[in-house]
Nanobody, 115 residues
Framework: QVQLVESGGGLVQAGGSLKLSCAAS????????MAWYRQAPGKQRDLVAT???????DYAESVKGRFTISRDNAKNTVYLQMNSLKPDDTAVYYC?????????WGQGTQVTVSS
């Protein structure tokens, strides 16, 4: 079992920055694949960024160059640094991990970007 707790969402003006955190209930060293997803109202949940235990990261085209995913293994936490935010980034952001062939999601944190 894995519990994931996101934090750091909020309201920000376009062009601003936010840093999301996702704290895991166990060591993330063993998590080969961690990710951030987002879901805007009336839309499907989309992949935003991924991180592997080997240090590989990948991003959706819409956020490349603006968002950065990172891990702090000592704190069992994965982060999403979001810069140059746009109104289109408004969504609920979810932390995700697959562990022992099971999917785990956090409860989500709301990010709202005003124009």
């Amino acid at each position: 079992q894995v519990q994931l707790v996101e934090s750091g969402g909020g309201l920000v003006q376009a062009g601003g920055s936010l840093k999301l955190s996702c704290a895991a209930s166990r060591s993330i060293d063993t998590f080969n694949h961690m990710a951030w997803y987002r879901q805007a109202p009336g839309k499907q949940r989309d992949l935003v960024a991924t991180s592997t235990s080997g240090g590989t990261t990948d991003y959706a085209e819409s956020v490349k160059g603006r968002f950065t995913i990172s891990r702090d293994n000592a704190k069992n936490t994965v982060y999403l640094q979001m810069n140059s935010l746009k109104p289109d980034d408004t969504a609920v952001y979810y932390c995700y991990v697959d562990y022992n062939r099971e999917d785990y999601w956090g409860q989500g944190t709301q990010v709202t970007v005003s124009s």
